[in-house]
């Protein structure tokens, strides 16, 4: 009896790798197109995500490192850093936790918000140009979509 593994090779053609490599191309020139529009700004692309993690956050406590730090799957030091980085450009603020002393809350300034507010616009323009390559990935993975 051959093995699942064997199994689940036998049923991917040339066709569905092709396909795998273009939507981890396609994601990868996403990638490079964002940490372009950020050094174009003097940030990093991480520096740009950090930014977009508080200004979409929509839970009820605030922003603490520790939570930045497992939003972009980095360890604590290094969102420390990304922190401390933004905070020293004007664009973040660290202010003590109100439910816990140990803890900082971060919140972005009026300056990282205008900062931020273009940066996602450029993002958000380069999402709907490439949208529909990407939609055409998602469908033809799920079958709703045309080959």
């Known amino acids: 009896m051959p093995s699942k593994k064997t199994d689940r090779q036998d049923r991917l053609t040339t066709s569905d790798y092709a396909k795998l490599a273009a939507f981890r191309h396609a994601l990868r020139a996403y990638v490079h197109f964002s940490d372009a529009a950020a050094a174009e700004v003097g940030l990093t692309g991480p520096h740009y995500q950090a930014m977009l993690v508080l200004r979409g956050w929509q839970h009820d406590a605030p922003v603490t490192i520790s939570e930045l730090a497992r939003q972009l799957f980095i360890k604590h030091h290094s969102a420390v850093g990304l922190v401390d980085r933004l905070a ?18 971060l919140r972005l300034t009026p300056r990282g918000l205008e900062l931020l507010a273009m940066l996602a616009d450029k993002h958000r323009d380069e999402l709907r140009r490439i949208g529909p390559a990407l939609g055409g990935f998602f469908g033809e993975l799920t079958g709703q979509g045309g080959s």
């Open 88 to 105: 020293a450009e004007g664009l973040m603020v660290r202010e003590p936790s109100s439910v816990d002393r140990r803890k900082v809350e």
